[in-house]
């Protein structure tokens, strides 16, 4: 009963999917296609029939503009005739799942129904999210929106009839359930799952705070759980711990008259950054001179004024990436209703989110800190991806590299590959101190048993470009080295990486120039009869796209941009009738 399956057969879907076949959008009878949505920067996100052939095939079935994303669309016109301006529009990944819920709660009746919500972000396109209802996939029909201004400071939520509701940070009083004001640029794909409130299923949505060029100390470093049953709004913000090294902090009491206040340490721009707060929020309207804060007002009586120094190598952090959501469709070691969240930051800590029905719902902890800044640049956009090993523990892996620049090169760049453990999965327990490189081991040496796993130093300012993929007992990542060229525009190299999935032990292909994407692996299966009885066989295929020119001789096929190989990862072993290495995707 933990699983999704359980739940539809539980609570009528194949009804439902009938229906749906009726629609139009019918996924499992012979001739039924898909709906295929995708978002674009012109601010429209559009559907498409994804049938090859037939009249429809390829064709557009509509296209929506959400609400927070219409205020940007006049920066398309240009005045230059036949001319445009870029901008981002939508930029996020839009997911789709069918979820039961009663839409009408106000009418005194427990009716729940199957619908389908979509839910995207804007991405680089902006702090916000909508949701659209495609049970019909040829009329859509808007549910929710949000949005965070942070120039205006300004919250906004569309209800369910479009009409939008604005919430002002001056007013401090912003209920919690529209408290999105640590929403950064939405890069983060939400994840629509289960869970419990008050021993009630809930289906809700899941995402980062998103991201905040790693200067912003305003938002971004937090993980939203958001209500789908209820217009979007907000159940709960997580705040992830911005690790601060080589802080100095000096705290005064405000009288009410005073408006200078005197800075008991050095400070200097190159070195130091300086924030001040006023009653914990960032304040406004300050002038530094010498070694004096001046406030044009000053703050009332009994205000709370925090001076802090921090290190100018601190990056600021922000949850950009997707996150790895674990339930009991993914595996079967998860004994318990909803999910275990691991969250990897900008800064490279691994965070572990307990939303399941076991010990406190929202408890968090972290499980492991990549130490990284501004100058080793170890910077973590990419969610981390689990797997269960061969020593039955969760595996999680993941790798860093500042994608913003990816050119830059320095001797101080260390940009490294990590497979770490969480032993305590599927359980969770607070962890008293933060794993570190300390406690892993790195080739030829491969991690014991009371290890927390392995990491890869990368040379010569090399990147990650995309997230691990798992492939049986390997694991495989795409990686750039900038040019060694000193001219400007030279293409670096494109860098197939791959390692042991529970050793470490690296290899690398160069297959090319430029910037590699994410690494897909497919999955095959067939009858092969080589003996009585006849045997089922998974064959694996590696894919990826590649931005430059494509290397001859590397033992990938090509056509264009597109490589490929078969995967000479070991097969799934069973031990005991136990699966040793067990993979899982991602249900949303």
Same mark, same amino acid.
Not at 154 to 182: C, L, M, P, Q, T
């Given at each position: ?183 950064? &640029? ?9 869970? #419990? ?17 790693? =200067? ?6 937090? =993980? ?67 070694? +004096? ?24 952090? $922000? *949850?950009?990436?997707?996150?790895? !959501? ?6 079967? #070691? ?6 275990? *969240? ?19 719902? +929202? ?20 969610a981390p991806a689990p797997t269960i090993g061969s020593d039955n523990n969760l595996w999680l892996y993941f790798g860093t590299g500042d994608k913003q620049?990816? &050119?830059?090169?320095? $001797? ?26 300390? &406690?892993?081991? %790195? ?11 392995? +990491? ?43 390692? /042991? ?8 292909? %160069? ?8 690494? *897909? *692996? ?12 006849? /045997? =089922? !066989? ?11 020119? =494509?290397?001859s001789g590397t033992g990938f096929s090509s056509k264009g941009n597109l490589m490929w190989k078969k995967s000479t990862a070991t097969e799934q072993k069973?031990?005991?009738?136990? !699966? ?9």
């Amino acid at each position: 009963k933990l699983t999704d399956s359980s739940y539809r057969k539980e609570n009528g879907w194949d009804n439902y999917r009938i229906y749906q076949c009726g629609m139009g959008r019918c996924y499992y009878t012979r001739g039924g296609h898909e709906i295929l949505y995708a978002g674009a920067n012109s601010g429209i996100l559009h559907a498409f029939d994804s049938r090859d052939n037939g009249p429809l095939a390829g064709q557009e079935i509509w296209g929506y503009i959400p609400p927070n994303i219409i205020g940007k669309l006049s920066n398309i016109i240009s005045n230059q005739a036949n001319e445009t301006n870029s901008i981002y529009g939508i930029d996020g990944t839009p997911v789709a799942k069918d979820i039961y819920y009663d839409d009408t709660p106000n009418d005194n009746r427990d009716n729940p129904k199957w619908k389908t919500i979509l839910l995207s972000g804007l991405g680089a396109g902006g702090h916000g999210y909508f949701a659209l209802d495609v049970s019909n996939p040829k009329s859509p029909k808007h549910l929710f929106a949000i949005q965070n201004d942070p120039s205006d400071q300004i919250v906004k939520h569309w209800d369910g009839n479009e009409i939008a509701h604005e919430y002002g940070y001056a007013s401090g009083n912003i209920a919690d359930e529209f408290d999105y004001r640590k929403l950064g &640029e939405s890069w983060s794909t939400p994840r629509i799952i289960r869970i #419990k409130i008050n021993g009630k299923d809930r289906w809700v949505a899941v995402f980062g705070g998103g991201y905040n060029s790693g =200067v912003n100390h305003n938002y971004g470093s937090a =993980v939203f759980v958001m209500d789908l049953e209820n217009e979007g709004k907000l159940l709960k913000k997580i705040d992830i711990d911005d690790i601060e090294n080589n802080t100095l902090t000096k705290t005064y009491t405000g009288d009410g008259s005073t408006t200078k206040y005197i800075m008991p340490f050095s400070y200097n721009n190159s070195s130091h950054n300086l924030r001040v707060f006023l009653n914990n929020v960032d304040a406004t309207g300050i002038t530094i001179s010498g070694s +004096y804060l001046t406030f044009n007002t000053a703050p009332n009586k009994d205000d709370t004024i925090v001076i802090k120094r921090l290190d100018k190598k601190d990056i600021v952090n $922000s *949850v950009p990436s997707d996150l790895a !959501v674990i339930t009991a469709d993914g595996t079967t #070691k998860a004994n318990y209703s909803g999910a275990m *969240v691991y969250v990897a930051d900008l800064e490279g800590k691994i965070t572990k989110i307990n939303l399941t029905d076991q010990g406190t719902l +929202y408890d968090k902890t972290i499980l492991f800190d990549a130490e990284s800044d501004t100058e080793n640049g170890r910077y973590v956009y990419h969610a981390p991806a689990p797997t269960i090993g061969s020593d039955n523990n969760l595996w999680l892996y993941f790798g860093t590299g500042d994608k913003q620049r990816y &050119e830059d090169k320095s $001797s101080k760049i260390l940009n490294r590959v990590y497979g770490i453990k969480d032993k305590d999965f599927p359980s969770f327990k607070k962890i008293n101190k933060i794993g570190t490189i300390s &406690e892993c081991k %790195t080739a030829p040496n491969c991690p014991d048993p009371s290890d927390l796993g392995w +990491y890869i130093n990368l040379k010569n300012s090399q990147k990650l470009t995309a997230g691990v993929a798992i492939d049986n007992d390997q694991v495989h990542f795409p990686i750039y080295e900038p040019s060694a060229s000193s001219t400007k525009c030279s293409l670096g190299l494109a860098i197939k990486g791959g390692a /042991e999935a529970e050793c470490g032990k690296g290899n690398y292909t %160069t297959v090319g120039t430029g910037v590699l994407s994410k690494i *897909v *692996v497919t999955q095959q299966k067939g009858m092969v009869c080589r003996k009585v009885p006849c /045997e =089922v !066989v998974s064959t694996h295929n590696i894919y990826m796209g590649i931005s430059g020119e =494509v290397k001859s001789g590397t033992g990938f096929s090509s056509k264009g941009n597109l490589m490929w190989k078969k995967s000479t990862a070991t097969e799934q072993k069973t031990v005991g009738g136990k !699966v040793q290495m067990e993979g899982w995707k991602e249900n949303y």
